[in-house]
């Protein structure tokens, strides 16, 4: 018992020193602590703020290029992942819809931001902390996995074009969705479209169980005669 306490708290010590060393974390410490002595990116000498910029306007393309090149879809995660998204959609649109009734006087603009950010796609951040804890746990590919690193790339390369579409098609329907009752509708289409394949399955699953039983239990019987 002593060695698995011992082993578990040298798991944590190293995963937490492996996302303190993620660049994402080290700059987001950095950005704070030039922020906490009143510096901002002005602050700073020019060639400074022009390769600031440069690395800014190129995160982006190269995330997207990162993630198309590693992306391999699967026949069965497709489904699964479409699912997905409209089920984290339509609940995101209820979340809206309870904000929106919930504070009162609202200006449309702020109603129209409440409920365009919860569609926000997936961030790239969890991957980087998903692939620092694959990596401790070593390569041996006998030893199960706690993430599975090409689904979740999949669910980021379908999620962006998902949400900017979901995100254009409100701010396009001008006030529509200031009302809370169009987040609610539109929330509940959504999780019924998202839960549809999973049901059919399901069903289909628990058919094929009841048929198997039937014949086994037929058996039994007349040898128990």
């Known amino acids: 018992q002593k060695d698995q306490k011992v082993s578990?708290?040298?798991?944590?010590?190293?995963?937490?020193?492996?996302?303190?060393?993620?660049?994402?974390?080290?700059?987001l410490v950095v950005g704070l602590l030039f922020l906490s002595f009143g510096l901002t990116l002005t602050s700073l000498p020019e060639f400074i703020q022009q390769s600031v910029k440069w690395m800014s306007n190129l995160m982006t393309p190269m995330i997207l290029l990162f993630i198309g090149l590693a992306v391999k879809v699967r026949k069965g995660d497709f489904n699964k992942i479409i699912c997905m998204l409209f089920l984290r959609s339509g609940y995101a649109f209820l979340l809206s819809a309870a904000a929106i009734s919930v504070i009162p006087n609202l200006p449309p603009l702020a109603i129209l931001v409440m409920v365009c950010f919860p569609q926000s796609s997936t961030s790239f951040w969890p991957f980087a902390h998903m692939a620092a804890v694959?990596?401790?746990?070593?390569?041996?590919?006998?030893?199960?996995?706690?993430?599975?690193?090409?689904?979740?790339?999949?669910?980021?390369?379908?999620?962006?074009?998902?949400?900017?579409?979901?995100?254009?098609?409100?701010?396009?329907?001008?006030?529509?969705?200031?009302?809370?009752?169009?987040?609610?509708?539109?929330?509940?289409?959504?999780?019924?479209?998202?839960?549809?394949?999973?049901?059919?399955?399901?069903?289909?699953?628990?058919?094929?169980?009841?048929?198997?039983?039937?014949?086994?239990?037929?058996?039994?019987?007349?040898?128990?005669?």
């Open 134 to 225: 694959q990596e401790l746990e070593g390569k041996n590919p006998e030893k199960p996995r706690t993430f599975n690193l090409e689904l979740a790339l999949t669910v980021l390369a379908f999620s962006l074009p998902f949400s900017t579409i979901t995100i254009m098609s409100v701010c396009s329907a001008g006030e529509l969705f200031v009302s809370p009752m169009s987040s609610l509708v539109t929330g509940i289409i959504l999780i019924l479209l998202g839960s549809f394949s999973p049901a059919i399955k399901f069903f289909q699953k628990k058919k094929e169980t009841e048929e198997k039983v039937v014949p086994i239990s037929a058996e039994v019987a007349p040898q128990a005669k």
């Open 8 to 27: 578990s708290k040298e798991k944590i010590k190293s995963l937490l020193l492996s996302l303190i060393k993620e660049p994402i974390n080290m700059v």
